[in-house]
């Protein structure tokens, strides 16, 4: 008896974990084709709650679980306001975990967070000293001064930290000193008053002097892109290009994602006169991102959702066909032999637009008929023509024709379920799992057998206690540097 | 000059298939597809910012001898010939339409006449309110004899006017959403509306551009009474599955042959769904002809128990259907229709409709009255009639 009720309860706690880490790989709070961005603050953030309340170590270990930003965030957040819950033997972990996982954050969403502790009133010896070892790893603070500045001030008062001199007087008193020694502070005091001194900024600091000094906005973004970060310059070049000028851009350093999605906003025609361009961007950025996390796959078909649900929300526009588009290129650049088999049948990858009804069945059936090891089916769970043909595909196949799980098939979801705090799943036969980057595909590749059901809860905690070990020793050879 | 087009006896899908349906919330959309859309027949919408219209039905617009009332947003614009082809989406301009009353608080459009032809080859109308209009006007004209039970203004000024109240789209519970997320097929012309599985409306229209440009004007049309309340008590549908047959699949083509198989059953289902609409006797009554098309609007066979439709349709040469939106007149309109219809048909002698509705004429009187008609009638006849039911219980 005791036997079978342990069994149900792990039973219980792993579905918890699988549903939790899910959430966390695709849910960002914003809204969604099929729901909208308050239902799914309130989910996740109660969904937060909840694992935080059961099972605080395994929450605290999925911050190295691969998890989003938006949701590593949360994590932090939470675990700090809560630190005196914590036993006293997994005090260090946790610590370091959180220490790791803040510097891995991208510095804006950093900044954030610590922007964040100060509103919610967190305010314990530990949150304090992550703070200020997180400043203290900073090499170039003098620079992220400039480009947080108000966010710096909030931390420094916050945490009573003492800061040296010329920084001090640059976040309380900036007219206290006459001549500053650092460079770019002593360029930011010059920019009220010089209009060169401006393009040594940071672009978005620069653009508020831009606009004191009525700087012309081509020949600003002309100048000042030495300062910009690739992103940015993404972001910027359909601005510039309206306005008939270039900013150099190197396609092949963008992250695989970030660059699916910029192809998606060009319109057809761009995307067909730039086909080679593009073409050799995208797959550069797939052979790099798998230098970082190698994959080598066999035979591989991916099942790539193209209908109208695709082209997502106004907050996240054309993100699900954005990540499809994405993922074809990275396991195609993975893969010995590839075929991608979309909803819309496509002469051209890059051409895909987010038209017409979903019917997965039909290509999830030429994806089996042509014999792949690996099946990846990326879509959102809602299928259409006809209404669960492509799960009744799979589940007839799973059942007669391969009992054994030769072909290994994976559900990708890049949509949260508001209601359910789950992804949508097609069938409970092949493993659904939550997908916010395509560069996430190798995580998402081991997690998958967790949520299929065949690993038990002592597995899935071995897997995040292995990747807890990678993330902190990883961190700890940075840091060693 | 072609000939005229047969007036509809029944509605049938001939060249148009249906698909499988797609489900939201409580809310079911059943696409139709057409393969060879007609390319010599355009609709296009024509936006009314006004918060009233009245169109002279009768007579001039400026002295209508009878006016229809309600709040339209939108009418449509049929062009049909060689040149609709040509006419491009939001190149042509809008010709005049009526005439703009603005009286500060509300402005108020003045139209004449439900269907009116603007030029050589193109006629505007104002869908489903030609055919409410046709539903309110029919069996209205009132006693053509003067029999006494009537009251003295039935008798001199005819059943005098008529309303209805109607639900618009946006009212109806989760429709808005269904339409947003709804995933437009490539050849789809024309869409099935079902709220909690009953069927709410049909649309239909000549071509696969069209209909994406009018796809959101559904929410813009009106519904009944049973539609809005349905939206408001169900959010999901009945659960309907149909499933393969796994046992007989042996190999690869045979599972491909059965999801071809399913995705016709699913489609036939909702036409099934469908058939009290679809299989029913008509009235139909001829508004306009159109070159090869004739646009005539219609209600079903009334059966005072069950599902009653109204709608409009344009039927071209080979009798297929173009164009069509459908109305479902909700339980209190079928009363009021059916009472006035048998009235009708008796000349308005409540002793004889009675007998042949099988009820005394007191019955009927009280009945009228229930339906909102007891204005029709002298104040004694009621009395008399509640007075009697109530010795006749006691």
Known sequence: MDAQWSQQVSQIERQDLVMFINACLSCTGQREFYSDNYGKGVSIDFLHDYILGNYRLLYARTLAAGINHFNRAQIILKLLATGRNTLPQHRQEEGALIAAALNQLPPQRAWKVLAEIRRRGINNRRSRAIVRDYLRSRRDLSFQ????????????????????????AFLFEPTKIKAYQTEIFEYFRKAKYDREAIYALPLTIAEGFAAQHGIKREIFLDRIQEQMTPGEKLRLQKAANREKQEISLDLGQMPLTKLALYVLSLSRAERGDRMTL??????????????????????????LDCSYSTSGSSEKRRRPLGIALAAHYLLKAAAQEYRAFWTVPQTEALLVTPRGQTDLATPVLDA??????????????????????????????????????????????????????LLRALTPEIPTVGLRDAEDLPTLLGFARFAEGSAGLSELEAYLAARVRELLGESDQETGR | MSRKQPLLEKLSLRGIEIAPSQVYGGIRLVPLLRSHPRQDLRLQRRQYQEELGIVAVEGEMNHPEMAYFSYIPHGLVLSWGESATEAAFGTQLQGRDGKVLDYGCAKVRLMHRMAKRESRNSLRFLPLHLAMEGFLGMFFSGPAIAWQEYSHQALSQGLGSRGELLYSGGAVEGLEDALRVFEIHENQVGMLVFVADALASAFIVPNPQDYRALHRTLLEDFYGELIYQYGLLYDTPFPMDVTLEADKIQTLPELRKAVAELRSQWGKFPGFMATNLLQRELNSQRVYTAGPFGLQRFITELEPKGENHIGEAIISETGEIQYLKTYRLSAAQTRRVYLLSQLAKYDWNLEITARELGQTRDELALRLDKAGFGYLLKQNVLEVARKNLKKGRG
Do not use: C
Request: glycine share 4%.
């Open chain 1, 145 to 168: 001064a400039v480009k947080y500045r108000s966010k710096l001030r909030a931390v420094a008062i916050h945490n009573h930290l003492k800061l040296e001199t010329e920084l001090a």
């Open chain 1, 278 to 303: 593009l073409d050799t961007a995208l797959d550069t950025a797939a052979r790099k991102t798998l230098q970082r996390s190698p994959m080598h796959l066999g035979r591989v078909a991916t099942v």
């Open chain 1, 368 to 421: 089996l008929e042509w014999g792949a090891d690996l099946i990846v089916i990326i879509s959102d769970g809602w299928e259409n023509d006809p209404p669960k043909g492509a799960a009744q595909v799979l589940e007839v196949y799973r059942q007669k024709f391969d009992p054994t799980r030769k072909t290994v098939i994976v559900h990708g979801n890049p949509v949260f379920d508001t209601d359910n705090f």
